[in-house]
């Protein structure tokens, strides 16, 4: 809860748009150190002698170092194009994980681990420009001379009963219009009602 | 914990004072005073918190709902929809976009959001939906009635 | 941010100022479209801690409508805060006293009350006239729509539109129509 205050946080991110037609393997280089005698240092010497060979001819961009220390513990160091470097205790491990933490290291872009605020990003959020006032503002009114007679307008208007009888009215003369047509004071009489 | 008897099951008070303590005190980092480094104090303060936090994730939701609803219908009338027609003339024509979506479109895209709220116009005066008699015919939409089911 | 990317966040967020004309609207009813545009809840950008409000100039304050009995009723209360400070206005006095007055109230109570009210208002300018100044005149780039449409007195018809107005009955020739 308030650990995640201290922790540096961040969006997902890649360097130099990596993976975007064509990948550069950002680990560099790997320092493996381990005893040639002691028994937490097994796993590793076991990885050297079987797994380790294919592990480099895999990965072509990265150096492998191999440090035997005597009686220390082992470890590796994993260091990326960008500088950054990090150390792995490797005691006790077996021969399989030793290929799962080199492998979660070969794969990283060696940007540090960061809380993510999204599990999304983007750089360009918007293609057709974002939202503004004027985006989507009439042109006309640029050359509106304000207050504008137009816009003292309601939006919409409805009919009200007058302007609905007036209709009524003139609907009414025409239709008697057609009725009446040769007889003139007839339609007359109608008009006046 | 191994226990012994049953004796010492009722006595024990849970794991080590020291991080027992420490879990409270890692929630309570970030608060000012003596409510941050008294332990008394603090685990006031963190249930406080805590009942807050609880509070905070259903209000958080129905905060954001609003909020969409605000941009999305600052949108619709920019284009001059009503809201719940244009929630409707989309439901008819099966556009299942979400709040979320649609707020952002009408930010980030706002020519996609324009193509919506026609569509939405031109369903709703086809279906004669209340309120769809205030409506012009939007004219890069041509329908022919076809989207009426 | 880049050079260009301030310029778009500015266009963005840029301040507009809308003119609307209250001859003939109820402030009461015209309160809610007025604090739209000055809270910005008209963008869709829209977020309640983002000040994205734009201006909004009301002219023609004297000119508004009340229904009914409303000028009468309506009562802005005023206390002092001494004993007996207490004070009771009728809308109609209050409006003599200061046109612009009315309309103001109405905004500010329907807005909800929170520390950015009194900030919003702040972007409310009222005329009681048309005679807005010149330097706020050039900044209008709007104008918002009453809601009502203005009614058209007896006065502003032609005698040719009187005439030709269709009658119900024929006054008698001895009735006398007021003016």
Redesign the interface.
């Known amino acids: 809860m308030s650990s995640s205050r201290f922790t540096p946080k961040g969006f997902p991110s890649v360097p130099l748009q990596n993976g975007i037609g064509r990948y550069i393997c950002q680990l560099k280089r790997v320092t493996l150190r381990f005893c040639k005698s002691s028994g937490s240092s097994r796993g590793v010497r076991d990885f050297i002698e079987t797994e380790l060979i294919s592990f480099a001819q895999d990965h072509p961009g990265t150096v492998v170092y191999l440090k035997p220390r005597r009686h220390k513990s082992p470890s590796f160091v994993a260091e990326y194009l960008n500088g950054e470097r990090e150390v792995i205790s490797c005691h006790n491990f077996s021969s399989h994980e030793m290929i799962k933490w080199l492998n979660l290291y070969a794969t990283r872009s060696g940007i540090p681990l960061k809380r993510y605020l999204k599990m999304w990003h983007t750089e360009c959020p918007s293609i057709q420009g974002v939202w503004s006032p004027f985006t989507n503002m009439d042109p006309a009114l640029n050359i509106t001379q304000f207050p504008s007679k137009k816009l003292s307008n309601p939006v919409w208007e409805e009919k009200s009963a007058t302007e609905e009888l007036l209709e009524k009215v003139k609907q009414q003369k025409i239709s008697s219009d057609d009725e009446n047509d040769d007889d003139n004071t007839h339609s007359n009489r109608a008009a006046q009602v | 914990m191994v226990f012994t008897t049953a004796m010492m099951l009722v006595r024990s008070r849970g794991p080590d004072e020291f991080w027992r303590k420490r879990k409270i005190f890692k929630i309570a980092a970030h608060f000012s005073g003596r409510r941050r480094n008294c332990y008394s104090i603090a685990i006031k303060a963190v249930h406080r918190a805590l009942q807050f936090a609880t509070i905070g994730r259903a209000l958080r939701k129905s905060d954001m709902i609003v909020l969409w609803n605000t941009r999305i219908r600052a949108g619709c009338e920019e284009h001059g929809i009503e809201l719940n027609t244009f929630k409707e003339g989309l439901s008819r024509c099966d556009i299942q976009l979400n709040k979320k979506v649609l707020a952002d479109l009408a930010i980030w895209e706002p020519s996609t959001f324009k193509a919506l709220s026609d569509l939405s116009k031109s369903v709703s005066i086809d279906y004669e939906l209340p309120g769809s008699e205030k409506y012009n015919v939007p004219t890069n939409v041509v329908t022919r009635g076809l989207l009426k089911k | 941010m880049s050079q260009f990317g301030r310029v ?1 966040q500015w ?2 967020f ?1 301040r ?1 100022w809308h ?1 609307f ?1 209250a ?1 003939w609207q109820n402030p009461l009813q015209c309160s809610p479209l007025i604090e739209k545009y000055l809270k910005g ?8 801690f983002v000040d994205c409000g ?1 201006h909004v100039v009301i ?1 023609n304050s004297k000119q508004i409508a009340f229904p009914g009995e409303e000028w009468r009723r309506r009562v802005y209360f005023h206390h002092t805060g001494y004993s007996g400070g207490a004070s009771w206005t009728p809308a109609w006095e209050l409006h003599e006293k200061d046109p612009t007055m009315i309309f103001r109230k109405a905004v500010y109570h329907y807005m909800k009350g929170n520390l950015f009210r009194r900030v919003v208002m702040e972007r409310l300018h009222i005329y009681p006239d ?1 005679n807005v100044p010149e330097e706020i ?1 050039e900044n ?4 918002i ?6 009614p058209k007195t007896l006065d502003s018809y032609s005698n040719e539109e009187i005439e030709k107005y ?2 119900i009955i024929d006054y008698p020739q001895d009735y006398l129509l007021s003016k």
């Open positions: 778009k266009n963005t840029a507009c003119l004309d001859t809840l008209h963008k869709p950008i829209y977020h309640p734009d002219m048309s005149m209008i780039t709007n104008q729509q009453p809601l009502r449409p203005i269709p009658k």
